[in-house]
Every structure is written in structure tokens, then in C-alpha cells.
């Protein structure tokens, strides 16, 4: 079983920064996709963005030149760092890893509340 366990989640004002980090016990963010998704009340959670086993990444195009993911393969963690964060930010964001397969496999972490208020 895989546990990814999040942090970095807060309360910032309008133009503030925060850093999310995604962290597991194993190695597996060599081989999964991660992605970072966020989600309001009850709507549909959305991929804000993702980095795949070769690095290659993927944003949000509301998010672009704000948000940077990055993997931090030592430490087994994924970062996402948010700068110019924005109220509509506000959010709480999961950290996701998937692996194709097969088999396909995802894991979700429990979540951290971004908030981005005045």
C-alpha cells in the first residue's frame, strides 16, 4: 500500500506564495506520474499539475508561470510551488501518483487547504 502525505498548505494573501510537497515512503515517484489536483466544495477536482517518470510536466493553463512542480527524488517527494497566488487559488489540493501499468494503480493523499484571502 502506498501513503503519500501532503503539506504545505495555509493561508496567504493575494500575491503570496506557498510550497505543497507530496511525500511517500518508497521510490515510487520514479516510475508514477504525479500530479497535483485541487478541488472547491463539491465540485469536480481538476489537475493543476503534473510531472511524469521523465520528468516531463504539465500545468493547468490558468496556473502557467505561477505554479512549478518539481521531484525531489532523494527525499522521495514532490514539490509544487505557487507563487502569485490568487483567491481563486483557494482550494483544497491533493496530491495523486499513478502508475499505468499494468497493473494501473493511483493513490491519493488526504489533502491541505489553500487559502488565498486578504
Known amino acids: 500500500q502506498v501513503h503519500l502525505v501532503e503539506s504545505g498548505g495555509g493561508w496567504v494573501q493575494p500575491g503570496g506564495s506557498l510550497t505543497l510537497s507530496c511525500t511517500t515512503s518508497?521510490?515510487?515517484?520514479?516510475?508514477?506520474?504525479v500530479g497535483w489536483y485541487r478541488q472547491v466544495g463539491g465540485k469536480q477536482r481538476e489537475l493543476v499539475a503534473s510531472i511524469d517518470s521523465k520528468r516531463f510536466t504539465d500545468y493547468l493553463d490558468s496556473v502557467k508561470g505561477r505554479f512549478t512542480i518539481s521531484r525531489d527524488a532523494p527525499k522521495n517527494t514532490v514539490n509544487l510551488q505557487m507563487n502569485n497566488l490568487q483567491p481563486e487559488d483557494t482550494a483544497v489540493y491533493y496530491c495523486?501518483?499513478?502508475?499505468?501499468?499494468?497493473?494501473?494503480?493511483?493513490?491519493w493523499g488526504q489533502g491541505t487547504q489553500v487559502t488565498v484571502s486578504a
Open positions: 495523486n501518483a499513478n502508475y499505468q501499468g499494468p497493473p494501473q494503480s493511483t493513490y
Open positions: 518508497g521510490r515510487i515517484f520514479a516510475f508514477y506520474t
